[in-house]
């Protein structure tokens, strides 16, 4: 699976971002797109999963962005995307979409392709 992340940027705090992520292939073979970050000097983490399972699509997000985050998908088009509100300037960092390859895709080792990173700047 090749993954192609866009819609990074500059804002200022309060603001608003929406994240792209196009996934080659079928939906079907994307159980799982997520969402990790990496600031300067710091791991790369995980912010939002959509994924499905017997109970059918469900959302996973990280404590520091639950209320401000919103991730989606478009099955149809196997974009994910990353609705981002009220940002904050520590939501800076370098943001990476992934494709789960397996449960319960929650961190790295869970996810088996990468897109390339895309720049999230918040000033404040």
């Known amino acids: 699976v090749q993954l192609q992340a866009s819609g990074g940027g500059l804002v200022q705090a309060g603001g608003s971002l929406r994240l792209a992520c196009a996934a080659s292939g079928r939906a079907y073979d994307t159980p799982a797109m997520g969402w990790f970050r990496q600031a300067p000097g710091k791991e790369r983490d995980i912010v939002a999963v959509a994924y499905w399972d017997w109970g059918g699509s469900r959302t996973y997000y990280a404590d520091s962005v639950k209320g401000r985050f919103t991730i989606s998908r478009d099955d149809a088009k196997n974009t994910a995307y990353l609705q981002m509100n009220s940002l904050k300037p520590e939501d800076t960092a370098v943001y990476y979409c992934?494709?789960?390859?397996?449960?319960?895709?929650?961190?790295?080792?869970?996810?088996?392709?990468w897109g390339q990173g895309t720049q999230v700047t918040v000033s404040s």
């Open positions: 992934a494709a789960g390859t397996k449960k319960p895709y929650r961190s790295e080792s869970d996810f088996g392709s």
